[in-house]
Structure formats: structure tokens, C-alpha cells
């Protein structure tokens, strides 16, 4: 549990950190440090204060520091990313990122930053190759990616377009299956249906053919109900599990076409 007298450092510290008070909420997170150094979160507070001062090494040193702390808090590796990037340490901040999102990577926080470094990183890169040359920015190519993107943009771009491919070609297969389980839930459901309509002979069971492949065995009436129950409940849990991962895919989909048209943006921008 957290140590009391150092929850109560950094309420004093959020609250001056609220007000933009860094100076003083950097006094009181460092002193709730020095009460509980094995809480991640007070490096992550006190590095966000020294972002808010633009002192960007301290603010990564905390980061690492929140990092090293707690490998599993992903707050820390946002914070080391911004700190990175805001010293032009884009490779880093980027490999920053991908650490955290190894950890959690579906993170849209993450995800963001990421986009964003990248396209931070296209704007310097396109900003010191026009100070080495004047010439004039070559044209795009037609229907294709754009002649004046960095080498290194431009081979992003293309793994993006590559994991667009696969995450569509995998939404497909996974629709075609979720409309395979809803398709045979409902023709089990109906089949029960309908057995339920027919009569029945008092203390008898009556026998009926079910359908096994290409064959056909003779079974009780008990036993083919039980046998429609266990199926429609197992498709069931297949749709609600496939329905899961088809919107998990769409949002990938969305992510990637989204990263696809800021680095395209971001480096033909004039």
C-alpha cells in the first residue's frame, strides 16, 4: 500500500502542479520520493513538471527513472517518449514506444505519440534537407507515394501499407467466420425449434435421425436436444468471440490507414 505521508506530498504536489506551479510541486514529489522511492508514480508527476519547465533531460531522467521503478506503468515510457522527442531524439522516442506498446499495444495514447513523433520527425528531416538544397520539390508519383519523401518515411509508409494488407486480408476471414456461427446458430436454434413443435408419447423418447457428416444415426429425441443446447451455446460464445475481435480489427485498420495519411501529410507538406 502507498506510504501515507508520501500520498500526502504529492496531493500538495498535484495541486500546485494543477496550478503551474512546478517549482513548488517539484519540492513536493521529491519529497515524497524521499519518503517511498519505489513509487513509479512520483518520477512520472515530477517528470511531467519538468516538461511544464521545458527541462527535458531532467524530465527523461524521471522517466527512465518511473520506468526502471515499475517496467508495466506505461505512463512512464509516454513520458520518456515526449521528453526524447523534444530533444529531437526521435529514434529513441520512437523505440521508447515501442517498448510500451509491447506491453500494452492497443494503448491509443501510445498510438497517438506515435503518429505524432513520426511526423514531427518527416517535418525536421524535410526541413534540413530544403535548407541543403532550394530546388524545388519533385512531383508525386500517380496513384502512388510521393517522389519527395524521406527514404526512411517512405519505407514506414510501406511496412504500414504491408500490416494494412495483412489486418484487412485477417478482418475478412474473421467476418466470413463470424457470419459462418451466426448462420449455423440460427439453423440450430430453428432445428430446436421445431423439435419442440412435434408430439410427444408419454414416458417415451422418441427416436429420430440426426445428421453426423455425410451420415445419418439414429438417436433419441433427449439426445438430440442435448446435443442442439451444447451447440447453439458453444456458437454462441464463438460469435461473441469473433464479433470481439472483428471491432479489435476495424480499430487496427483505422490506426494504421490513419498513420499511413500523417506521414504521407506530414512529409509532402510544404
Known sequence: MPNEDAEAKKE????????????EAIKHYTAAIAIDSKNCV???NRSACYGGKQEWASAAKDAK?????????????????NAQSEQ??????????????????????????MRQIKAKRAGV??????????????PAMPGGLPHNLDASVSKEVMDLQQQLMA????????????????????????????????????????????????????????????HLDETIEKEGKDEKDLAA?????DRRM???????VELTKSSSAE
Not at 527513472?65 to 520518456?80: A, M, N, Q, T
Open 245 to 249: 475481435k472483428l471491432e479489435y480489427l
Open 88 to 113: 529531437n531524439e526521435f529514434d529513441a522516442a520512437l523505440a521508447t514506444i515501442k517498448q510500451g506498446m509491447a506491453i500494452e499495444s492497443d494503448n491509443p495514447q501510445l498510438q497517438k505519440q
Open 167 to 226: 489486418t484487412t486480408k485477417e478482418f475478412r476471414m474473421v467476418k466470413a467466420n463470424l457470419m459462418k456461427a451466426q448462420n449455423g446458430k440460427r439453423s440450430n436454434e430453428l432445428t430446436k425449434v421445431e423439435l419442440e413443435k412435434l408430439p410427444q408419447s408419454a414416458g417415451t423418447d422418441a427416436k429420430m435421425y440426426r445428421g453426423i457428416g455425410k451420415m445419418f444415426m439414429l438417436t433419441s429425441r433427449s439426445d438430440i436436444m442435448e
Open 12 to 23: 500538495l504536489g498535484n495541486k500546485a502542479f494543477a496550478a503551474k506551479d512546478y517549482d
Open 42 to 44: 512520483y518520477y512520472s
Open 65 to 81: 527513472e518511473c520506468i526502471k521503478v515499475d517496467p508495466s506503468f506505461i505512463k512512464g515510457y509516454y513520458r520518456l517518449a
Open 254 to 260: 483505422k490506426s494504421q490507414r490513419q498513420n499511413i
Open 125 to 138: 528531416r524535410k526541413a534540413e534537407s530544403a535548407a541543403k538544397s532550394a530546388g524545388p520539390a519533385a
